[in-house]
């Protein structure tokens, strides 16, 4: 408390949300956090990266020592959907790390690099995914002709750019073509994006600025249910709540296995698990828990923090 932030060779302190640095002549351990929200926190992250690097003083070697300077004050990531993405992108993607230093080094290009060398890639892989048949290609073909004529014809004076319709159906038919699900869909993103591979342990070899940093890997974890906060036990209309109902679960609110399913053509999978303890009714619907990793350890490393937190 008072004490002053000094801008560094690292992060800098003035670059706004998520940016830190340590105190004038100490060194705190120093965490970033990187919240969620999908290809839009992607990119965020992707543009703040590039900035800083283009921005803070002293730090024009090139690009490894580049982020090695960067990141050197940061001892753990914390990241969550989007932000989990990101990370896994630039810990463990040296495509991906190279695209963010090119755009440090054009920042008034910066989003038509990302675009064209890390999301065009991958939409254009969406198609060919469960999609075989001389009609659907003719259909993708017909559909790519027509966004590029709307958006050659005037380019300058459209509203909004053509070519996200051809994003959105791309990545509708992905999803929704009965072979695939939403996991599905973030392992082509890294896969054609990044060049990660979805079978790749997270113990890895990582880029040389992420390296014997600890990552957590923020994930959500079901319950049983009970009847603690989001179970509909809790709710104001508790009344219209089947678990209350004893002939239909026989009081068994809590205590019942939670299923994780997967079940498509290709991952036809399942987890199954439990929750036990002595109040484990009073479970909420939901708990907050984390994957822990130290960058580059390899992949027989022990965790050194809990997964979750105790039940009740």
Not at 97 to 119: C, G, P, R, T, W
Not at 176 to 184: L, P
Not at 261 to 288: C, D
Request: with cysteine; glycine share 12%.
């Amino acid at each position: 408390p008072g004490a002053k932030l000094q801008p560094t060779k690292g992060l800098a302190a003035s670059a706004g949300s998520g940016a830190v640095a340590a105190p004038a002549g100490s060194r705190e351990h120093v965490a970033l956090t990187m919240q969620g929200g999908g290809f839009r926190a992607h990119a965020a992250y992707a543009g703040l990266t590039a900035g800083l690097l283009h921005a803070v003083p002293g730090l024009g070697g090139g690009e490894e020592e580049s982020f090695t300077e960067l990141f050197k004050p940061v001892d753990m990531l914390s990241s969550n959907s989007g932000g989990s993405w990101f990370a896994a992108s630039l810990a463990y993607s040296s495509k991906f790390q190279s695209v963010i230093f090119n755009m440090s080094k054009h920042i008034n290009e910066a989003s038509d690099i990302l675009y064209d060398q890390i999301l065009r890639p991958f939409i254009g892989n969406l198609s060919t995914q469960g999609h075989n048949n001389k009609t659907d290609e003719q259909f993708w073909r017909s559909v790519d002709s027509a966004v590029h004529k709307a958006y050659d014809y005037n380019p300058t004076t459209t509203p909004f750019n053509p070519e996200w319709i051809w994003e959105i159906l791309e990545e509708l038919a992905f999803a929704s073509d009965g072979t695939n699900n939403w996991d599905d869909f973030v392992s082509a993103f890294l896969k054609y994006g990044m060049g990660i591979s979805s079978t790749e342990p997270s113990g890895s070899p990582v880029n040389a600025w992420a390296k014997g940093k600890t990552w957590l890997a923020a994930v959500s974890l079901l319950t049983p249910g009970g009847r603690g906060p989001g179970n509909c036990a809790s709710s104001s209309t508790w009344w219209w709540c089947a678990g209350n109902l004893p002939p239909v679960f026989k009081n068994n609110a809590g205590s019942t296995p939670v299923v994780v399913s997967r079940q498509n053509l290709k991952h036809p999978l399942q987890t199954v698990y439990w929750a036990e303890g002595q109040n484990f009714w009073k479970q909420a619907v939901m708990y907050p828990a984390k994957f822990e990793v130290q960058l580059g350890g390899g992949i027989n490393q022990d965790s050194t923090l809990p997964f979750c937190g105790p039940f009740g």
